[in-house]
């Protein structure tokens, strides 16, 4: 089992002033511990898990990329980007950007949001999921395109949704052949894009995440997928307090379940304390079985 860690919320001590050093402290710990991943969400406002839409939240891909300077191992990527927000070559341009900047350490989280208030409040268009579904296979085909066709033929990609004249991407991401492509979500279509596309998977730790693996599975086979190929994740809130105990049965359970990867989403108010005490007491102890 390999943890990540997901900054959910950005309301601590010291107000914006403190932000900036918290976000680098909090990756540089990670770092060093082991964590296996760095992440934030895609939003322009707070969530109403975590407080609301007064409280503080910083935009992903900057957050990402001060996150990506203050690591050397940890791979970053979005948990996960709405893919209304973004145009598809924008989106290939910032996460090939990332990863050339941070050494090959990039990754795309994708999904069809959620937050129909913060969207429109915010003047951004918000199809319907329908809709939207259909956006995040046309964006996950131009993602490809840009990663890995011949960036010299002047390719195009003309969707129902988008319209690429020229697939160009220079320089080409360091990872390749591309950037690894999760998707978030656990609904029939999800899946199905997942069995088709995608590196990773993230879904919900739910009484159903066995039945949804299984469903997947069959998806795989379906597509001609190998199912093993596919990391398999799923998001839950980290706060630990000063006993980790309750954590470690979450995550073997999980792992029992066949998830690979879990991501911590921190909300606490002191991120810095949950770092220390998951990398010092989680980590170890997962590494020893």
Known sequence: MQVGLELGA????????AI??????????????????LSTGDHLWQGFNAGGEEQPYLECFTTLAVMAAHSRRCRVLPVVAGVHLRHPALLAKTVTTLDVLSGGRAGVGLGVGWNADEATGSGIPFPSVARRFEM????????????TGDQ??????????????RVLGVPQSLTRPHPPIMLGGAGEKTLRLVARYADA????????LPDRLAR?????AEAGRDYDDIEKTVCLPFDVGDGTG??????????????????????SAD??????LIGAKVLPALARE
């Open 10 to 17: 950005f309301a601590w001590p010291g107000g914006p002033a």
């Open 246 to 267: 309750e954590l470690l049965d979450t995550l073997h359970q999980l792992a029992d379940q066949g998830i690979q990867t879990t991501i911590g989403i921190v909300t």
């Open 136 to 147: 995040l296979e046309e964006t996950v085909r131009i993602l490809l395109g840009y990663w």
């Open 271 to 276: 991120p810095l304390r949950q770092v220390e």
């Open 152 to 165: 010299g033929d002047g390719e195009a990609y003309h969707g129902t949704h988008y319209r690429v004249d």
């Open 216 to 220: 997947l599975r069959g998806l795989c």
């Open 20 to 37: 900036g050093d918290t976000v680098a402290r909090f990756s540089q710990l990670a770092d060093e511990a082991g964590f296996a991943s």
């Open 201 to 208: 998977c993230n879904l919900y730790p739910t009484p159903d």
